[in-house]
């Protein structure tokens, strides 16, 4: 596989940089993405590419759960085998290194790296270590995400997220890593996305555990929230030279008419989305207006517990993917209503980089402790064609720069904005939606697991290329 890899990229690049290829997405020259110290890179999560899930001691995960269900994932996925990098991991890091990608976010698969009884499995240690050892050979840095959705099962079987001792749980396992790994990591990142781990996991049930119940979202959301509290002391006193953030997704609510009821509903779209992480993140509070659309879901919050969730952050990570038009249900809350006519991509979601700018400048304008900020996640899914050795995405092509170009507009509106991961670095298993919807940079035919590199990457390697040769 090391050779499959390395050698479709070697037949590409000399095409790419000797400019035979169209360019459609080298930023403009006043573009902040040209400062050597603004970090791009890409990312993935462990379900989502590893596969193995039996070997070396994995334990289940309620990912291996949800998904052996009929019915839960889209032609009946699963992540058994999903991108096979558990075997692959060294062929993947050239790869990821010969597209001159400087930085790498990645998860750690909890079910791997310790037992029920909080004992560590040497084997699953040893495969992080061996791949976060590699890395920083590379030279590339290494932001690393505790908690990307696979929760051991036994831990579910004992209630998940909606039991409090999970969040304990959860600070003794980034306890293990951070006294195993330190050294290795640049960033850590708590969490990624408890929006979808508390409301699409407990709330409506399209992800695992497969729960829905509201007043179960506001609850799972505060353990998992608490569980990031607990877990940054530990992380600075294990490995002081890291930073420490959390990933949150955010979406942009735009309202469908000028009415107030509309302009309303807009608004408690992002309360919903947006304001539900990041008040208690950086406020110390819940949004009032939150138990507005979800009445009587209050969580049980003890004494200390916002104190602990609101300790200082030294990043934020944002994952942005879309926009949604709403309207007011007529009653507390919103529905969506799909504009017609405009751009979407193979996930349906409409493309809309203006909302990544306006939310950044919003955010700075509502919390005047904005820590600084990664762009963790964005990108888009195509249903991409290997053709003659080549994928042409160029849709995906437009994305990208369009929205490097809505994260230049807020920079220059004064948010600190320091990097910007692609999701993502390879194709993968995308969730409810198994390996049909594509989001990589990179095309994996899941017959032979033969990786090709698609367009959009080659450009920004080309990109990098260029940029380093100035530098
Ligand atoms: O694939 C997911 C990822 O795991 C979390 N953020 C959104 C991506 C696309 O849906």
Not at 151 to 180: K, V
Not at 188 to 198: G, Q, R, Y
Request: a negative charge; proline letters at 5%.
């Amino acid at each position: 596989m090391a050779n499959d890899a390395s050698a479709v990229f070697d037949t590409l690049s000399p095409a790419v940089s000797k400019g035979s290829l169209a360019d459609p997405f080298t930023p403009p020259a006043d573009s902040a993405l040209w400062r050597k110290n603004f970090l791009l890179g890409a990312a993935t999560a462990s379900y989502q590419i590893e596969g193995a899930v039996n070997e070396d001691g994995r334990l289940p995960s309620i990912w291996d759960t949800f998904s052996a269900i009929p019915g839960k994932v889209l032609a009946g996925d699963t992540g058994a085998v999903a991108c096979d990098h558990y075997h692959r991991w060294e062929a993947d890091i050239e790869m990821l290194a010969s597209l001159g990608l400087e930085g790498y976010r990645l998860s750690i698969a909890w079910p791997r790296v310790m037992d029920a009884a909080g004992v560590p499995n040497r084997k699953g240690l040893d495969f992080y270590k061996r791949l976060l050892n590699r890395l920083k050979e590379k030279g590339i840095t290494t932001f690393v995400t505790l908690y990307h959705w696979d929760l051991p099962q036994h831990l579910e079987d004992r209630g998940g997220w909606l039991n409090r001792d999970t969040a304990y749980r959860f600070a003794d396992y980034a306890d293990l890593m951070s006294r195993e790994l330190a050294g290795t990591v640049d960033a850590w990142v708590t969490l990624n996305e408890p929006w979808c781990s508390a409301y699409l996991g407990y709330g409506n049930g399209h992800h695992a555990p497969g729960l829905a119940n509201d007043r179960f979202a506001t609850q799972a959301m505060h353990h998992l929230l608490l569980a990031h509290g607990l877990a940054v002391p530990v992380l600075r006193a294990n490995d002081p030279a890291s930073q420490k953030g959390i990933v949150a997704n955010i979406g942009r609510g735009t309202p469908n008419s000028d009415s107030a009821a509309d302009q309303r509903a807009a608004h408690l779209f992002e309360v919903q989305h947006n304001a539900w992480i990041l008040d208690p993140l950086l406020k110390g509070s819940y949004p009032q207006d939150l138990f507005e659309l979800w009445p009587g879901t209050e969580p049980l919050v003890l004494d200390g517990d916002m104190e602990t969730i609101s300790a200082p952050l030294d990043f934020l990570g944002i994952n942005y993917y879309f926009r949604t038009n709403v309207a007011s249900d007529g009653a507390h809350g919103f529905r969506d209503v799909p504009l017609e006519g405009v751009e979407r991509t193979q996930m349906g979601w409409e493309v809309y980089p203006d909302g990544l700018r306006d939310l950044l400048t919003g955010f700075k304008k509502t919390y005047h402790n904005l820590p600084p900020i990664y762009i963790t996640e964005n990108g888009m899914a195509s249903d991409d064609q290997v053709t003659d050795g080549h994928v042409d995405d160029t849709q995906r092509i437009s994305f990208l720069k369009r929205h490097l170009a809505a994260v230049d507009q807020a920079i220059k509106a004064g948010v600190d904005i320091r990097g910007y991961f692609l999701w993502s670095l390879m194709d993968n298993f995308e969730w409810a939606f198994g390996y049909e919807r594509r989001f990589g940079v990179v095309h994996v035919d899941y017959s032979t697991q033969k990786r090709t590199v698609k367009h959009s990457a080659e450009l920004v390697a080309k990109f990098l290329k260029e940029r380093k040769a100035r530098a």
